[in-house]
C-alpha cells in the first residue's frame, strides 16, 4: 500500500480526478497513435472504476459516444453509458449498438483476468480475455476501426499476436511508462478490421477482474 501511494501515477491521478492510474496509460498511447477524436463511438471493455472511459469522454467530447462494459458494478460518469455484464455475452453486444447507436469506431479493453497465482492458469485466463476483446471487436467495429487490448507475457503470447495480425491489416506493440516496469502487461494496437477473419462468439472467461 505504501508502495502504491509513493507512485507518482497514482498522486497524479489523484491530482486530475481520474479513478484510476491507468488513465496514463492511455493517455500516453494516444498522444503517440491519435485513437481518440471529437465524435468517435468508442467502448471501454473491463472500464470500471472508469479511469479510460474518463479519458475517452473527454477526447470525444459531446459529439462521441463512450460505453463502458464491466462485470463489476461502476459508479456513473457523466455523458458515459454504463452496461454491466460479460462483453462475450450476445446480448449485451446488442444493448451496447443501442446505446451507440450503430457500430463502434475504438474498441478499449484493459480487461485482466482475477490472478490465482498459477502461471498456466493465469496466462489462459488472459489469453481468454483477449479473445473476447477480439469477438467483440468482430461484431461491433467498423471496417476501419481500431483496437486497443491488454495482454500479458507468456507461453502464450505469440498464438494471441498471430490471432491479431489474422484480423487486423496494422498491429503495433505498445509498453506505456505508466505501466509498472514489473508487470508482464502490453498493450496491442491494432488497426483496419479483416471482418471476415474474426470469430464472431467466444466461450466466456472465468472470474474477469
Known amino acids: 500500500m505504501r508502495r502504491h501511494l509513493r507512485d507518482p501515477y497514482v498522486k497524479q491521478a489523484l491530482h486530475s480526478g481520474y479513478r484510476s492510474r491507468a488513465a496514463f496509460k492511455l493517455i500516453e498511447i494516444d498522444r503517440r497513435d491519435r485513437l481518440l477524436r471529437p465524435g468517435l463511438a468508442v467502448v471501454d471493455l473491463g472500464a470500471a472504476p472508469g479511469g479510460w472511459s474518463q479519458v475517452a469522454k473527454?477526447?470525444?467530447?459531446?459529439?462521441?459516444?463512450?460505453?463502458?462494459?464491466?462485470a463489476a458494478a461502476m459508479e456513473a460518469l457523466p455523458g458515459v453509458v454504463f452496461i454491466r455484464g460479460d462483453a462475450g455475452d450476445l446480448e449485451l453486444r446488442r444493448a451496447v449498438?443501442?446505446?451507440l447507436g450503430g457500430s463502434a469506431d475504438l474498441v478499449l479493453s484493459d480487461m485482466a483476468p482475477n490472478l490465482t497465482g498459477v502461471a498456466a492458469a493465469d496466462e489462459a485466463r488472459s489469453q481468454a480475455l483477449v479473445s473476447v476483446a477480439l469477438a467483440f471487436a468482430g461484431d461491433m467495429l467498423k471496417p476501419e476501426g481500431c483496437m486497443l487490448v491488454k495482454l500479458f507475457h507468456g507461453s502464450g503470447l505469440d498464438a494471441v499476436i498471430r490471432a491479431l495480425r489474422g484480423a487486423f491489416r496494422e498491429v503495433a506493440m505498445r509498453k506505456p511508462a505508466a505501466s509498472r516496469s514489473r508487470s508482464g502487461e502490453v498493450y496491442v494496437l491494432c488497426r483496419g478490421l479483416a471482418a471476415d477473419r474474426v470469430p464472431s462468439?467466444?466461450?466466456s472467461p472465468v472470474g474477469c477482474g
Open 97 to 99: 449498438r443501442a446505446a
Open 201 to 203: 462468439a467466444v466461450s
Open 58 to 70: 473527454e477526447r470525444v467530447g459531446s459529439a462521441g459516444r463512450v460505453v463502458a462494459v464491466d
